[in-house]
Nanobody, 125 residues
């Protein structure tokens, strides 16, 4: 059974930082591209960042480019999202996702096979 478990969410003031983690089990982690998405109340789930199986190739939404960094540790079956210079508009539930069938990084949520349960990030002004 595949499980993706996010952690590290919380409340922070604008300008602060958080580091999200997503621990994967039940899949051959190093064969999967990994992504982070977020969903604010009343909004669609949107792409944030993704990396390929090795972490050597990354892709970011324009809204987070230069502030967020995705990385992974295949030995620990974990993907991370370092979030710096947080803004109130970053407030959302953040989800990690695993893509086992695309050779290229996917920004479309329909390209992902497995999802975590999400972790709340709240940024106050």
């Amino acid at each position: 059974q595949v499980q993706l478990v996010e952690s590290g969410g919380g409340s922070v003031q604008a300008g602060g930082s958080l580091r999200l983690s997503c621990a994967a089990s039940g899949l051959s982690f190093s064969y999967y591209n990994m992504g982070w998405f977020r969903q604010a109340p009343g909004e669609d789930r949107e792409f944030v960042a993704a990396c390929n199986w090795s972490g050597g190739s990354t892709y970011y939404a324009d809204s987070v480019k230069g502030r967020f960094t995705i990385s992974r540790d295949n030995a620990k079956n974990t993907v991370y999202l370092q979030m710096n210079s947080l803004k109130p508009e970053d407030t959302a539930v953040y989800y990690c996702a695993a893509d086992g069938h695309n050779s290229r990084i996917a920004a479309d949520k329909r390209g992902y096979d497995y999802w975590g349960q999400g972790t709340q990030v709240t940024v106050s002004s």
